[in-house]
């Protein structure tokens, strides 16, 4: 099992709808996460940080299950600008260098 | 300004040339990272600094070297570039700790 795995996706959602993203990972040492928007070609940037059991950040809500070892992304009322890949990361210990390969995310009209 | 500078932004070369990547940073960060990113494969570690006399291997870190010269700078250089080489690579550095990484604008680089 990989260390951090994500639904490649593509989740093709209309404008308005809701959405979650789920990311699995096998260390159970794991301390922190983290999930990255990546548009296009361009650079991950950090949308949010998850230490404990969740974070919310307006339409974004990210969970934490240690139990079951994942963590999710829920973006509610979806709009256009949405439409990215969203990448999970996971820490442990002193630092963060796992990646999950992403899942992409279309929102359509 | 951007906290996390990548140079050269586009580079196209030859087979068996060697290349340099530069990566500066204004964060104040101990750490930094180089990444490669190819459809499908996602991002892959090659190396990773925690300080100025501190370098690692990461992931995939055959025909690659890095150089930390200072706190905010750290190279990473092909010394003999061949086409799978081809790819995005991004620098990134972070804050001591669990903290999240900030990535550079990336690096597109095509060895023909």
């Known amino acids: 099992r990989k260390e951090v795995e994500q639904d490649p996706g593509p989740f093709n959602v209309p404008e308005g709808a809701t959405v979650a993203f789920n990311c699995t990972y096998s260390?159970?040492?794991?301390?922190?996460f983290f999930w990255y928007r990546q548009d296009c070609r361009k650079e991950p940037k950090l949308l949010m940080s998850?230490?404990?059991s969740g974070n919310e950040d307006g339409r974004f809500t990210a969970q934490l299950n240690r139990a079951s070892q994942y963590i999710s992304l829920l973006i509610r009322d979806s709009k256009l600008s949405d439409s990215a890949t969203y990448l999970c990361?996971?820490?442990?210990?002193?630092?963060?260098?796992?990646f999950g390969k992403g899942t992409k995310l279309s929102v359509i009209p | 300004d951007a906290d996390v500078t990548q140079t050269p932004r586009n580079r196209i070369t030859k087979t068996g040339k060697r290349i340099m990547l530069e990566c500066s940073q204004t964060?104040?960060?101990?750490?930094m990272y180089w990444y490669r990113q190819d459809p499908g494969l996602g991002l892959r570690l090659i190396y990773y600094?925690?300080?100025?006399?501190?370098?690692n291997k990461g992931e995939i870190s055959d025909g690659y070297s890095v150089s930390r010269q200072a706190q905010a700078k750290f190279s990473l250089s092909l010394e003999s570039a061949i086409p799978n080489q081809t790819a995005l690579y991004f620098c990134?550095?972070?804050?001591?700790?669990?903290?999240?990484?900030?990535f550079g604008d990336g690096t597109r680089l095509s060895i023909l």
């Open positions: 990134a550095t972070s804050g001591a700790g669990n903290q999240p990484q900030h």
């Open positions: 260390n159970s040492a794991s301390q922190s």
């Open positions: 998850v230490y404990s």
């Open positions: 990361s996971r820490g442990a210990g002193s630092y963060q260098l796992t």
């Open positions: 964060k104040g960060h101990d750490r």
């Open positions: 600094s925690f300080d100025v006399k501190d370098i």
